[in-house]
């Protein structure tokens, strides 16, 4: 939780320094050229803009599957929940109900599954569930917090966060959870795992 209040006071600084910039660099230009030059103040301001949407990319409060629906985290209830939703905002369904906190969302690309982060054995685990809730498992099951699930593009595998050797290690594991390994191994924090 520390982490995910980190994370977006980052975004937020993030945004402000692109606020800055189109103030003080590329509007000025834009003011001031004429014809392509206005083209290419325009080319700037996509891509800084590009660049900070895909920074803030990997937050896993909000990824749509295959299905086009949102998964999010929610404490609606009383504690935070997995939730989904239509793009559209409609058709809010609760997908997981206990007493622990679930977070991190983070769809598969068939949009079939659900993984995310659970405090419910006493530490954060990463556990996966069907698009609808069903079958919930734990697949990281160690005693260390594994946190930020982040699917490959195929499916088969899953990256995540692991403190297992003392330190934010990036892991691997099979969409099973077998075959877990340290691939970041760094005496320096490694965290939040994304897929290209």
């Known amino acids: 939780m520390k982490r995910s209040t980190n994370l977006s ?10 606020i800055s910039a189109l103030v003080v660099v590329i509007y000025p230009r834009l003011l001031s050229n004429k014809g392509n030059a206005n083209d290419s103040a325009n080319n700037e301001i996509n891509e800084l803009i590009n660049n900070v949407s895909k920074s803030n990319s990997n937050q896993n409060t909000t990824n749509s599957g295959a299905t086009g629906n949102i998964s999010y985290s929610s404490d ?15 058709n809010h369904k609760r997908l997981t109900n ?7 969302p983070s769809w598969s690309p068939d949009g079939t599954k659900i993984a995310f982060g659970s405090f419910r054995d ?15 498992r734990n ?10 699930p982040s699917w490959s593009p195929d499916g088969t595998k899953i990256a995540f966060t692991s403190t297992r050797d ?13 075959g877990q390994r340290n691939i970041s191994n760094n005496i320096a924090a490694d965290f939040e795992p994304n897929w290209d």
């Open 166 to 178: 003392g330190n934010d290690e990036i892991y691997v594991m099979d969409a099973s959870g077998e």
């Open 76 to 90: 609606r209830d009383g504690n935070y929940e997995i939730y989904s939703m239509e793009a559209s905002g409609g």
């Open 9 to 18: 006071i980052i975004s937020g600084l993030a945004i402000i320094a692109l």
């Open 139 to 148: 697949l990281s099951n160690n005693a260390a917090n594994d946190v930020e």
């Open 98 to 104: 206990n007493n622990a906190t679930d977070v991190e």
């Open 122 to 136: 006493g530490n954060e685990e990463i556990y996966i569930m069907d698009a609808d809730g069903g079958r919930q």
